[in-house]
């Protein structure tokens, strides 16, 4: 590989090759930007994104966004050849994997950590004799095939994981000759069914194809501002910025908003919330754990580390318990904190929102996400969710203040490198939109309605589970781990499909099964769940409602 000299990309910024060292500008910066320089833009905006104490030390952006650049280098990691990006790039190397650059000009070297570490030739040291920040070669590799060794067998051999579905009828599912009603889809509102958003769908791909191609910074269609201003409308907050998926924004931003600052980490916020602090930890953060919704132990945490960008990381709705964070507590930390509070409200959004006198149902009105839910605003909050739950879209957004999207327009990777959401995907988040508008509440009406049925049923059964606020996420777990698999047969036979909830989706002790409801599903399909589960109770030994840690008596 060869680097292009930073003189000629300077005058090229825009221009994209995997052989050129790239300079990520200043994007606020109007004289190095000539795009922003367009008087009709709104000055002051730029004068206020620039001020590096306008984040207060929340985040690391007031000095990222600083002209930085960017390698785009090939190294010894997935083979010699091989294109990476600096995210996967670095991802691998917090795991180990030493990468160093084929041919690289120190000259053009970035003064960050990491850079020095991954890209200057004959690799290793830092000026000063420092080390770099890379984990020694402690097979991680190996443990981490052995936690997921349940997994991998369920993989390999049972019917409810990794299935082919041939077939689908609603919310009934076909897997080779046996239909089974699907509680394991997270489409909650049922739009992937509906037949107003199918039948638009059409007349967006006539007129802008199947796909856009360009990476978001070349170009993005118009339906990307229309999806972006309606979503910012929907939440109330500032702005949002729209890329392909919830894993894109967590590697990519988690790391831009940490800076070689702190992050504190809530013990089950979701598998890929932890994997963009794993990269933000290969950049030189520091990532502190503290238990699952803990605020005390996350005050105590917050006292000890006073300085430097923090970053407090969670999950909105809990993907797997089906519980939500007591928000406006974590909120006032970060805000007396100076910390930024960044939540993954994936299974949230679309399915709670706003609270009013009117409301059909208590998960609120307009489906807009966990921070209007429990009335708080956006200050020091980025909220991130998805169009791919409720929305049945393949896109993700982050709600955030608009400076802050400007800056992620050249520091977040996915904006500049990934291909975008497909056609079909932007027409049905739009459309999708348009539908929540005109009767989103009453489909959760009837999400609410079916959820509570199911855990009335629980109860009156003595089956515990882990969801204590109705919302449409019902993990069940067993008392013996070892029975899921004869668990899962039994409603794979009885034509039931759920999410088999094996470690390490849910700590040991919660391994189990997790039902979702949909609106598309019926009451039948219900009334049938309520039965087959009964039958798991006397069947298997399952943890007492009312004592958890006692097993349910069967007689
Ligand atoms: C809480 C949470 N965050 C993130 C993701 C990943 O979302 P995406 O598919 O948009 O990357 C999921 C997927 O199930 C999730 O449940």
């Known amino acids: 590989m060869s680097c292009v000299p930073l003189r000629a990309c300077r005058d090229r910024p825009q221009l994209h090759s995997p052989c050129v060292l790239h300079e990520v500008w200043d994007p606020l910066d109007p004289r190095r930007n000539p795009a922003k320089s367009d008087p009709a833009l709104d000055r002051r905006d730029h004068r206020r994104s620039t001020d590096p ?73 830092r000026p000063g004799g420092q080390k770099p920040l890379r984990r020694k070669d402690d097979q991680w590799l190996d443990r981490w095939l052995q936690t997921c060794a349940d997994l991998a067998r369920l993989q390999y051999s049972h019917p409810m994981v990794d299935a082919v579905i041939d077939e689908v009828d609603g919310r009934m599912i076909r897997v080779g000759d046996r239909w089974l009603a699907d509680f394991a889809s997270c489409n909650y509102l049922g739009l992937d069914l509906d037949s107003e958003i199918i039948g638009a769908v059409q007349g967006y791909l006539e007129r802008w194809g199947t796909h856009p191609s360009w990476s978001r910074l070349l170009g993005s269609p118009v339906l990307y501002r229309q999806l972006e201003e309606q979503l910012a409308e929907l939440l109330g907050s500032e702005d949002t910025l729209v890329l392909p998926t919830i894993t894109h924004i967590h590697m990519s931003v988690i790391p831009v908003l940490a800076g070689s600052g702190s992050i504190f980490l809530d013990g089950r916020a979701h598998k890929t919330v932890y994997d963009g602090c794993a990269i933000a930890r290969g950049h030189g953060a520091t ?127 996915p904006y500049l490198y990934s291909g975008p959401s497909p056609v079909a995907s932007l027409a049905t988040a739009i459309e999708g939109l348009r539908v929540n508008a005109l009767r989103g509440d009453r489909l ?100 007492d409602r009312n004592n958890p840690l006692r097993l349910l008596n069967r007689s």
């Not at 084929?102 to 030739?121: I, K, L, N």
């Not at 169009?387 to 990777?413: D, G, N, Q, R, V």
């Open 444 to 543: 959760r009406h009837e999400v609410y309605r079916m959820t509570l049925r199911v855990l009335e049923a629980l109860k009156a059964r003595g089956i515990h589970t882990t969801n204590t606020s109705g919302y449409p996420i019902i993990e069940i777990p067993l008392a013996d781990p070892a029975d899921i698999d004869e668990v899962g047969l039994h409603l794979f036979e009885r034509g039931i499909y759920v999410t088999m909830a094996a470690y390490p989706l849910v700590p040991r002790h919660q391994v189990g099964f997790r039902i979702q409801l949909t609106a598309a599903n019926t009451d039948e399909q219900v009334e049938h769940l309520i039965e087959v589960l009964s039958e798991l109770s006397t069947r298997f030994q399952m943890p």
């Open 53 to 125: 104490t306008e984040l207060k030390g929340k985040c690391a952006v007031p000095l990222t966004c600083m002209p930085t650049y960017l390698p785009f280098n090939e190294g010894d990691i997935g083979g010699r050849g091989k294109q990476l990006n600096v995210t996967s790039l670095c991802s691998a190397r917090c795991h180990g994997v030493k990468a160093r650059a084929a041919q690289a000009d120190a000259s053009f070297m970035v003064p960050t950590s990491w850079s020095r570490a991954v890209a200057q030739p004959g690799a290793g040291d």
């Open 287 to 413: 990532v502190h754990r503290f238990r699952h919704g803990d605020s005390e132990e996350l005050g105590r945490l917050l006292e000890k580390r006073r300085t430097g960008p923090r970053v407090i990381c969670m999950d909105g709705i809990n993907s797997m318990t089906g519980n939500a964070p007591d928000l406006p507590e974590f909120a006032r930390l970060a805000r007396e904190h100076e910390a930024l509070l960044y939540v993954d409200d994936a299974h949230g959004f679309g399915m709670i929102g706003e609270r009013a006198s009117d409301e059909l149902c208590a998960y609120g009105n307009r489906g807009n996400g966990i921070v209007r839910h429990t009335g708080e605003t956006y200050e020091n909050i980025v909220l991130v969710a998805g169009l791919s739950k409720a929305y049945s879209s393949l896109a993700a957004f982050l709600a955030l203040p608009t400076h802050l999207k400007e800056i992620l327009k050249t520091a977040a990777p």
